[in-house]
T-cell receptor, first 110, second 114 residues
């Protein structure tokens, strides 16, 4: 059965800390892995990863995919209170379909 | 503001009823996607339409149906509603349809079935 698992489920850190969020997957006909940030409203797109070992970076956020071990990590350095959100990982597979993980809830306290 | 609009914002209805959720994509976007987000199931992909035609189907129940109209707005119809259908329903849109394009999500419609 196809599945996407995120860990940890929840994380509380202090401002300035670095966090690593994990997403592992078991999906047939994998195409890409996507990361989203969801605050109190709709998800917003962060990254799409298709190739192994190539880091995508945007400011303090970065992500990498390991297609051999079937996982991805999302790193956030020098966290700020504005980073508090649920981070969702989704796997896109053949047929333009998506499986989402249940998310990691990140709380950054001042 | 993503440019994707959804109506209504909230909807409360009784079991067994039928509701219609509406989505208007961003200007220029041809694809519309529907998602369901509930506390126990997380975010689930339901269905995608591209330029009026169904393009991909996810975990959409037979009681649910969708369509995309010539003006590209989309409607998600939910019938014979059950308590478990209570969720936040998101619509997203993107430019293309066959390859992945960045999706922009609407604010969602919160459905409560009592």
């Amino acid at each position: 059965e196809d599945k996407v698992v995120q860990s940890p489920l929840s994380l509380v850190v202090h401002e300035g800390d670095t966090v690593t969020l994990n997403c592992s997957y078991e999906v047939t006909n994998f195409r890409s892995l996507l990361w989203y940030k969801q605050e109190k409203k709709a998800p917003t797109f962060l990254f799409m990863l298709t190739s192994s070992g190539i880091e995508k970076k945007s400011g303090r956020l970065s992500s990498i995919l390991d297609k051999k071990e079937l996982f991805s990590i999302l790193n956030i350095t020098a966290t700020q209170t504005g980073d508090s959100a649920i981070y969702l990982c989704a796997v896109l597979f053949t047929g333009n379909q998506f499986y989402f993980g249940t998310g990691t809830s990140l709380t950054v306290i001042p | 503001d993503s440019g994707v609009t959804q109506t209504p914002k909230h909807l409360i209805t009784a079991t067994g009823q039928r509701v219609t959720l509406r989505c208007s994509p961003r200007s220029g976007d041809l694809s519309v996607y529907w998602y369901q987000q509930s506390l126990d199931q997380g975010l689930q992909f339901l269905i995608q339409y591209y330029n009026g035609e169904e393009r991909a189907k996810g975990n959409i129940l037979e009681r649910f149906s969708a369509q995309q109209f010539p003006d590209l707005h989309s409607e998600l119809n939910l019938s014979s509603l059950e308590l478990g259908d209570s969720a936040l329903y998101f619509c997203a849109s993107s430019v293309g349809g066959t390859e992945y394009y960045e999706q922009y999500f609407g604010p969602g419609t919160r459905l409560t079935v009592t």
